[in-house]
């Protein structure tokens, strides 16, 4: 019947990259989701600074227009103010990301919290120079939406910036214990369904770790996403074991559930 196929990786979009020490590293890429959320958060607390700043300029400069104006009448005085405003109002933009991803290793309060970091196509943490570049393109990715585009049609999801700066945005590395994502108990019932009703041996040991995968991670996952990527593997999976029906009120997570315990168990009684 042929392995599964590749459907998970339009969510979990994996890429391999070869450090200076040979060493092989599988990484999961930020899809424009997770880079779009810790964007929102970065401007909000962006935006913030900004306040705070605007409001201390608003009081300081027209104190010191109040006082040149009664000594020495200097009005062209306003335009250099506003040109220092805004000067100081994009070096707070351009450092706020600089001085974060420098020192937090690629990563800022928006990333952090989003659990995803910008590293090195080389996987080395970023430095000064990456996160300059990356900063300094930001405006340049924000205009017209120009990052979004290039992120979701470019193969490592890079904006402008991250192709200049030779860097990639991916999700934090958690290991997962094959316990540790939760089972219902229907799945057990199903489980020993499947290996009487069903024929598993097609299954392959890469279409077992694909559904774990999936399992391990849909939490994480958009309620959208979710729904989909389970309802896509579960008829693969059916057309796979020849099951001609799966019992009625059973959804796509509880028969991908079985499926993983009843091949699990499949595997041990061969051992």
Excluded at 31 to 39: E, K, P, T
Excluded at 118 to 141: E, S, W, Y
Excluded at 191 to 219: G, K
């Amino acid at each position: 019947m042929g392995k599964l196929k590749s459907t998970p990786t339009n969510f979990f979009n994996r890429v391999t990259i070869q450090t200076p020490e040979s060493v092989e590293l599988e990484l999961t890429l930020a899809g424009i989701g997770s880079r779009a959320y810790a964007l929102l958060i970065d401007y909000i607390v962006l935006g913030l600074i900004l306040v705070v700043f605007l409001i201390a300029w608003g009081f300081l400069s027209s104190q010191l227009l109040d006082l040149l104006d009664y000594f020495f009448g200097i009005n062209e005085l306003r335009l250099w103010l506003v040109a220092i405003y805004l000067f100081i109002t994009f070096s707070i933009y351009i450092g706020y990301f600089v001085l974060f991803e420098t020192l937090w290793q690629g990563q800022t309060p928006g990333k952090r919290y989003g659990k995803i970091r910008v590293i090195r196509d080389d996987a080395r943490p970023v430095r000064l120079q990456q996160a300059t570049l990356r900063a300094l393109l930001r405006p340049v990715d924000d205009l017209w939406f120009l990052g979004v585009f290039l992120i979701i049609f470019s193969k490592r999801e890079k904006r402008l910036g991250d192709w200049l700066a030779g860097t990639l945005v991916v999700q934090e590395e958690q290991p997962i214990a094959s316990a540790s994502f939760k089972i219902s108990d229907q799945a057990q019932a199903l489980a020993n369904q499947l290996q009487t009703e069903a024929d598993l041996s097609p299954l392959q040991p890469e279409d077992f770790a694909m559904i774990r995968e999936y399992l391990q991670r849909r939490e994480a996952m958009t309620f959208q996403a979710k729904a989909k990527l389970s309802g896509q593997l579960a008829d693969q999976v059916k057309d796979m074991i020849a099951l001609e029906k799966v019992p009625s009120g059973v959804t796509a997570n509880l028969f991908l559930e079985a499926v993983y315990l009843a091949y699990q168990q499949l595997s041990s009684q061969d051992y």
